[in-house]
C-alpha cells in the first residue's frame, strides 16, 4: 500500500474511532475491508491514538479564534495524523508531512480545510522543529 493510501485509510480508521468509539484495531478492519493489512496504516492509527491528548493539545494551542471542540471531525482528523507524522514519525521530513496532510485534505476536506490544516500545521512546525 502506498503511503497515500495508508494515510487515507488512516484518516477513516480515525474518524471511525472518534464518531464511534471503534478500537483502533477494529477501525483499521474496517477501513481495509480484506484487503492486506499495511505497517504504516497500523503506525498512523496505533500512533496517532496513543498520542491523542498531546496531539490535540498541541493543535488547541496552535488555533486561533477556534476550539478544537468547534473543528469539523474530518478537519480534527487530518490535523491529528498531520501533527502525529510531524513530531512523532523521524523518516518523513515536515514539509513532506504538512503537504500529504493538505493533499488528504484536498480529498476529503471541504474547500476551505486544505487553508485551514496548512495554516495550523506551519504554526506547529515552526514550534517543534524536529
Do not use: C
Not at 478500537?23 to 492509527?45: C, F, H, R
Not at 496532510?101 to 512546525?125: C, H, P, T
Amino acid at each position: 500500500m502506498k503511503r497515500r493510501t495508508a494515510r487515507e485509510k488512516a484518516l477513516q480508521a480515525l474518524f471511525q474511532i472518534d464518531i464511534n468509539e471503534a478500537s483502533p484495531d477494529e477501525a483499521i478492519k474496517n477501513v481495509v475491508k480484506g484487503e492486506e493489512n499495511d505497517e504504516y496504516l497500523n503506525e498512523l492509527v496505533h500512533g496517532t491514538s496513543n498520542h491523542l491528548n498531546e496531539i490535540d493539545e498541541m493543535i488547541a494551542q496552535h488555533l486561533e479564534k477556534w476550539t478544537i471542540n468547534r473543528l469539523a471531525k474530518v478537519d480534527l482528523n487530518i490535523l491529528r495524523l498531520g501533527v502525529f507524522e510531524l513530531m512523532y514519525v523521524d523518516d518523513i521530513p515536515a514539509n513532506v508531512a504538512i503537504n500529504e496532510a493538505l493533499e488528504v485534505s484536498k480529498r476529503f476536506g471541504d474547500e476551505q480545510s486544505s487553508k485551514f490544516i496548512n495554516g495550523v500545521l506551519s504554526k506547529i512546525k515552526d514550534t517543534t522543529q524536529k
